[in-house]
């Protein structure tokens, strides 16, 4: 664990996950049955999802950023039998929270009236219990929520785990763990993304090098310290190292590294060049989405080559519709979809289940793109994002995209506001590197820089100035929110 130093050995996680299992077992639970997990990046979360996984058990990891009320629906919507937490995330909820909810409850630290303690729920168990030989656990995640309320994605427990299946495909050599690999965790646990990668690791007999908060600084160091092989990383982290003074990134070796792999959300061409010239062709990236329906990637010699692009298909086939349903050529923007991917459910959603497939049953994460000649798929934007002004499409990532190559320009969100003639009007909502540079002026330049790259109607009409843009710890931006503040709620536009 990173800084705390904090360490669990081999020998401890098999010891604890097996009587935790056990304990749960105890408890009730049945193969197919479920836990949830609010933990802040805690020493002992990973061995509980390995206690989960290791009996059958479905577990979901949540937010430590969730409201009382998130909280409480995730929970009652994943039919949790356990909860475990801990004090620091149960001070950031509303007294009487949890308690209100029907279930076990474990705490993993302290002590608290109406909450078993953990350390005497495992002491329950004989350190020589043997578990019963069932099929694996996996994760049941929720969405993130950027759109709307998260949404469960339940597949089943049979061939659950298949994300870091080997291949011979030369641009996934990043998944071919073993017990050399020392892989650095960077974001919060509770994302899917952190939850598959550290528990392959540990499955591949790896070491996992945890970060309880991403700081820059601190990340170098970890790599450098301890002989970091493998990482992963979102493109504002990026964007924050490549901040950092030549001299201080300079005082790293870094040459452990032999696959810094990054996904969730665009990287912006100048930060993923600019990364590339530092650290060499290093990088990998993938296109993917718990939903797992499908995934494409590429190296940094393809992007290099295809700029901008997030890869080809891994399995399966890309395809691009219109919004009559039909499929069109090579060089069409529409919604993207994969054929050949493994099937999954919204859980309690069918009709959500529905919308994800078309009648081919081909399945979307519910994005925009197009292929080029070579078989590439480039992302323009999400569906749910699409501005419609005059009833012409507008996609806003082309206009990010060109914003950002601006020196000043820290981070940015372009969004729809009401436009009585038009419907919807393009705005740039602007976060700088120094917020005291904001002006008129700027605004009129950044909007000028605009229209010298795209067409005039892709382009911001206005530009605001804002301190910060809300953004998830894994990156993704909460457009929701931007534009929530432009759209009075009894009338807001949904896409």
């Known amino acids: 664990m990173v800084p705390s130093g904090q360490a669990v050995t081999w020998r401890e996680l098999e010891l604890r996950s097996r009587k935790c299992a056990a304990a749960l077992l105890a408890a009730g639970h049945r193969v197919g049955d479920g836990i949830a997990v609010l933990l802040e990046n805690h020493v002992r979360y990973f061995e509980i999802l390995w206690a989960a996984h290791r009996v059958g058990l479905y577990y979901t990891t949540i ?71 069932t099929m694996e656990g996996t994760d049941f995640s929720y969405s993130s929520g950027t759109t709307g309320m998260p949404k469960g994605i339940k597949r089943p427990l049979a061939g659950a785990n298949g994300f870091f299946n080997a291949s011979a495909d030369p641009r996934t050599r990043w998944k071919d763990f073993d017990s050399d690999s020392v892989y650095l965790s960077t974001a919060p646990f509770y994302h899917t993304a952190p939850v598959r990668w550290n528990m392959n690791v540990m499955r591949a007999g790896g070491t996992c090098v945890l970060m309880e908060k991403f700081d820059p600084l601190s990340a170098l160091d970890a790599i450098q310290r301890y002989g970091v092989t493998h990482a992963q990383w979102v493109p504002t982290m990026f964007v924050r190292m490549l901040r950092l003074d030549a001299s201080e990134r300079a005082r790293f070796e870094l040459s452990s590294l032999r696959f810094a792999i990054h996904a969730a959300a665009p990287c912006p ?50 395809h691009i519709m219109d919004e009559a349903g039909r499929e069109l050529p090579q060089g069409g923007t529409g919604v993207v979809y994969f054929s050949g991917g493994s099937a999954f459910t919204y859980h309690n959603d069918p009709e959500k289940t529905r919308q994800a497939y078309n009648k081919r049953g081909w399945a979307t994460y519910g994005d925009v793109g ?117 759209w009075p709620t009894d009338n807001r536009i949904a896409h």
């Open 63 to 133: 937010s430590r950023h969730l409201k009382a009320d998130e909280v409480r629906y995730i929970v009652t919507d994943c039919e949790a039998k356990t909860l475990f937490c801990s004090m620091e995330t149960l001070s950031d909820l509303a007294p009487g929270a949890i308690e209100a909810i029907s279930l076990n409850r474990v705490l993993v630290d302290g002590s608290r009236a109406g909450f078993s303690t953990y350390e005497a729920w495992l002491a329950q168990i004989p350190d020589d219990v043997q578990l019963p030989q």
């Open 370 to 486: 197009h292929l080029d000649a070579d078989g590439f798929l480039y992302l323009t934007d999400r569906l749910a994002n699409t501005i419609v002004s005059g009833g012409v499409n507008i996609y806003p990532q082309e206009s990010e995209n060109v914003l950002m190559t601006h020196g000043a320009v820290a981070d940015v969100a372009v969004v729809g506001v009401p436009n009585e003639e038009f419907g919807e009007e393009v705005k740039a909502v602007v976060q700088l590197y120094e917020h005291g540079l904001a002006s008129e002026a700027l605004a009129q330049e950044l909007i000028s820089l605009c229209r010298s790259h795209i067409s005039a109607i892709k382009c911001p009409r206005s530009v605001d100035f804002v301190q910060a843009l809300p953004r998830t710890e894994t990156g993704k931006l909460l457009k929701r929110a931007v534009k929530a503040g432009y």
């Open 269 to 318: 061409v100048s930060v993923k060049e600019q990364m590339i010239d530092w650290w060499g062709p290093i990088l990998y990236e993938y296109y993917s989405g718990t939903e797992l329906v499908g995934r494409t990637s590429l190296s940094s010699e393809e992007w290099l080559a295809h700029k901008g692009s997030v890869g080809k298909p891994e399995f399966g086939q890309v």
